[in-house]
């Protein structure tokens, strides 16, 4: 396995040339970084799964780098999620859609829906329109992680998280920390109206006001989906907890208007809720190399990703 950076100016065709062949590339998005698999290649998105040891029937999504990839991959999009797509696309949204008859069950586990999104990475971009320019249709990307863990945000959580599982052929792809930080926003767009599985970077009430509709919520529809949700998820070792006073020793996250009770271990002091999402993950990954087992977290109740920081947090201590 290499890792190369995005300084290297002939990455993109080495990288595409990788994906093309077979061979899975890391790299990153402005959410989290993927482990990206050639969306047609069974074999390649067979690995992936493997280097993951993702459960085969986890869906998995489909990166593209322009709109004109969409209609490859869906069937029947309704107006609302076109009009979503052109509105927040590139950007940390997926649509779930009808699949067409390219998303082989591979893809979907075996559903008939298929999760799309366009990243708003140059870096991300870049290898898809390089990938596309082979011939290629589409990236299967899930997040770089073992399952089950944290996602990485940045090359060195990758190589921490996988490295051991990927092969001489393999590539990850340095491209610096990802800027937000949590997982992309998931709208099931199959009915009347979008339905929110993965809460976001984007506000409920900017979808509402793009697609037109209201958006239904998602602790309505856990019963509907079972796809990663309703689980526990997205776990660092070290116990967490969302209540309660930390003492000597235990793990500390908070925005830095809190002060660190006791001598607890400041993991992170972000400045506001946007860093708070951004750093999130890298400082439960601090909290297991430092060995601790118990991380308390002071969730921002409101304003901006609230919501989304709370799910991946409420998923935690499960
Ligand atoms: O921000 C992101 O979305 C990142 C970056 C790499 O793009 N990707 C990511 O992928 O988080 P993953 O596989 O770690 O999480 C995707 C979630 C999973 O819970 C999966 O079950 C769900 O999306 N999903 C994918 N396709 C689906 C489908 N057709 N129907 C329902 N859920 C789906
Ligand atoms: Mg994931």
Redesign the pocket.
Known sequence: MEVISSFNSDWPRIAALKLKLGHLVAFP?E????LGADAQNEFAVSRMYEVKARPRN????I?ISSIQYLDKWVINTPEYAKKLANFFWPG?M?L?LQRSKIAKDFI?GG?D???V?I?NNKIAQKLLKEFEDLGGCGVA???ANRFGQV?PTSASDVSEEIQDYLNSSDLILNGGSCTLGL??T?L?CRSKSPII??PGALEKEMINEIAGIKVMDYDLTNKI?T??QNKSHYKPKALVYLKGVPQTGDGYIALNSFKTPNDSVRLASPKDNSQFAQQLYSALRLADKFGLTRVFIEVPRTGPLSDAIMDRVSKMVL
């Open positions: 998005t959410t989290v970084y993927g986890h869906p998995v999504i990166h940390p997926t779930i979907t559903q829906s298929v999760g999104r990243p990307a899930p997040s996602s997982e992309s998931i099931d599985l993965r989906r796809s990663g």
